[in-house]
Protein backbone atom coordinates (compact mmCIF):
# COMPACT_ATOMS: atom_id res chain seq x y z
CA UNK A 1 0.00 0.00 0.00
CA UNK A 2 2.81 2.61 0.86
CA UNK A 3 4.36 1.85 -2.37
CA UNK A 4 0.89 2.82 -4.11
CA UNK A 5 0.80 6.19 -1.68
CA UNK A 6 4.00 7.05 -2.76
CA UNK A 7 3.53 6.56 -7.00
CA UNK A 8 0.40 8.31 -6.48
CA UNK A 9 2.42 11.24 -5.10
CA UNK A 10 5.14 11.17 -7.75
CA UNK A 11 2.34 11.30 -9.95
CA UNK A 12 0.92 14.30 -8.81
CA UNK A 13 3.84 16.68 -9.50
CA UNK A 14 4.40 15.07 -12.75
CA UNK A 15 3.14 17.24 -15.08
CA UNK A 16 3.77 14.12 -18.48
CA UNK A 17 2.07 11.63 -15.96
CA UNK A 18 -1.06 14.39 -15.43
CA UNK A 19 -1.43 14.74 -18.98
CA UNK A 20 -1.28 11.03 -19.75
CA UNK A 21 -4.07 10.63 -17.12
CA UNK A 22 -6.31 12.88 -18.53
CA UNK A 23 -6.31 11.21 -22.03
CA UNK A 24 -7.12 7.81 -20.32
CA UNK A 25 -9.99 9.73 -18.74
CA UNK A 26 -11.28 10.23 -21.90
CA UNK A 27 -10.90 6.45 -22.85
CA UNK A 28 -12.89 5.51 -19.94
CA UNK A 29 -16.11 7.98 -20.42
CA UNK A 30 -16.00 6.23 -24.12
CA UNK A 31 -15.84 2.71 -21.97
CA UNK A 32 -18.77 4.05 -19.92
CA UNK A 33 -20.84 5.16 -22.52
CA UNK A 34 -20.44 1.97 -24.67
CA UNK A 35 -21.09 -0.10 -21.34
CA UNK A 36 -24.01 2.50 -21.13
CA UNK A 37 -25.74 1.40 -24.46
CA UNK A 38 -24.75 -2.41 -23.97
CA UNK A 39 -26.73 -2.27 -20.61
CA UNK A 40 -30.12 -1.04 -22.54
CA UNK A 41 -29.28 -3.69 -25.33
CA UNK A 42 -29.06 -6.33 -22.30
CA UNK A 43 -32.25 -4.95 -21.14
CA UNK A 44 -33.76 -5.39 -24.02
CA UNK A 45 -33.23 -8.85 -24.00
CA UNK A 46 -34.24 -9.43 -20.20
CA UNK A 47 -31.36 -8.96 -18.27
CA UNK A 48 -32.32 -8.65 -14.80
CA UNK A 49 -28.87 -6.69 -13.88
CA UNK A 50 -27.72 -5.13 -17.00
CA UNK A 51 -26.37 -2.47 -14.52
CA UNK A 52 -23.72 -4.84 -12.95
CA UNK A 53 -22.17 -4.67 -16.68
CA UNK A 54 -20.25 -1.42 -15.26
CA UNK A 55 -18.53 -2.92 -12.50
CA UNK A 56 -18.16 -6.32 -14.16
CA UNK A 57 -16.43 -4.88 -17.08
CA UNK A 58 -14.33 -2.41 -14.92
CA UNK A 59 -13.10 -5.19 -13.13
CA UNK A 60 -11.85 -7.00 -16.05
CA UNK A 61 -10.51 -4.20 -17.37
CA UNK A 62 -8.03 -3.68 -14.47
CA UNK A 63 -7.44 -7.49 -13.65
CA UNK A 64 -6.24 -7.55 -17.39
CA UNK A 65 -3.77 -4.80 -16.40
CA UNK A 66 -3.23 -6.22 -12.95
CA UNK A 67 -4.23 -3.52 -10.65
CA UNK A 68 -6.53 -3.00 -7.91
CA UNK A 69 -9.52 -0.93 -7.40
CA UNK A 70 -9.34 1.97 -7.30
CA UNK A 71 -6.02 3.00 -7.57
CA UNK A 72 -5.81 4.56 -11.60
CA UNK A 73 -4.03 7.85 -9.39
CA UNK A 74 -0.96 5.88 -8.28
CA UNK A 75 -1.02 4.00 -11.69
CA UNK A 76 2.29 3.73 -14.00
CA UNK A 77 3.01 5.70 -16.88
CA UNK A 78 3.32 1.89 -18.22
CA UNK A 79 0.15 1.08 -16.69
CA UNK A 80 -1.99 4.27 -18.10
CA UNK A 81 -1.15 3.25 -21.25
CA UNK A 82 -1.75 -0.78 -20.98
CA UNK A 83 -5.06 0.62 -19.31
CA UNK A 84 -5.69 2.34 -22.23
CA UNK A 85 -5.31 -0.39 -24.29
CA UNK A 86 -7.20 -2.62 -22.95
CA UNK A 87 -10.36 -0.45 -22.50
CA UNK A 88 -10.07 0.41 -26.23
CA UNK A 89 -10.06 -3.77 -26.44
CA UNK A 90 -13.60 -3.49 -24.47
CA UNK A 91 -14.85 -0.87 -26.72
CA UNK A 92 -14.23 -2.87 -29.47
CA UNK A 93 -15.60 -6.00 -28.19
CA UNK A 94 -18.47 -4.74 -27.15
CA UNK A 95 -19.71 -2.71 -30.11
CA UNK A 96 -18.72 -5.29 -32.59
CA UNK A 97 -20.72 -8.34 -30.78
CA UNK A 98 -23.68 -5.73 -30.32
CA UNK A 99 -23.51 -4.58 -34.12
CA UNK A 100 -23.73 -8.78 -34.73
CA UNK A 101 -26.71 -9.28 -32.83
CA UNK A 102 -24.72 -11.28 -30.19
CA UNK A 103 -26.89 -12.30 -26.97
CA UNK A 104 -26.02 -10.10 -24.59
CA UNK A 105 -25.12 -12.96 -21.93
CA UNK A 106 -21.94 -13.92 -25.03
CA UNK A 107 -21.29 -10.41 -25.60
CA UNK A 108 -19.59 -10.11 -21.84
CA UNK A 109 -18.12 -13.85 -23.02
CA UNK A 110 -16.59 -12.04 -26.33
CA UNK A 111 -15.23 -8.94 -23.83
CA UNK A 112 -13.34 -11.57 -21.58
CA UNK A 113 -12.26 -13.78 -24.07
CA UNK A 114 -10.56 -10.22 -25.99
CA UNK A 115 -9.25 -8.78 -22.58
CA UNK A 116 -7.54 -12.60 -21.17
CA UNK A 117 -5.74 -12.34 -24.68
CA UNK A 118 -4.52 -9.25 -23.98
CA UNK A 119 -3.90 -10.30 -20.35
CA UNK A 120 -0.98 -13.06 -22.01
CA UNK A 121 0.45 -10.76 -24.32
CA UNK A 122 1.05 -8.53 -21.71
CA UNK A 123 2.19 -10.81 -19.21
CA UNK A 124 0.44 -9.58 -16.45
CA UNK A 125 0.15 -12.05 -13.61
CA UNK A 126 -3.32 -11.84 -12.73
CA UNK A 127 -5.61 -13.90 -14.94
CA UNK A 128 -8.53 -12.41 -15.80
CA UNK A 129 -11.44 -14.22 -13.94
CA UNK A 130 -15.02 -13.46 -13.05
Not at 36 to 57: C, H, L, M, N
Not at 78 to 96: F, G, H, M
Amino acid sequence: MEQFILQSKRNSVDTAWQQQRHHEIGFRHQLTDCIKAFTEYADEQGSRSASRYYKAITDLCHKTVGIGSGLRDALTPLQLSQLVVVENAAISAISSSMARETPYKEVYQNVKAELECLAIAMGTSTPVTG
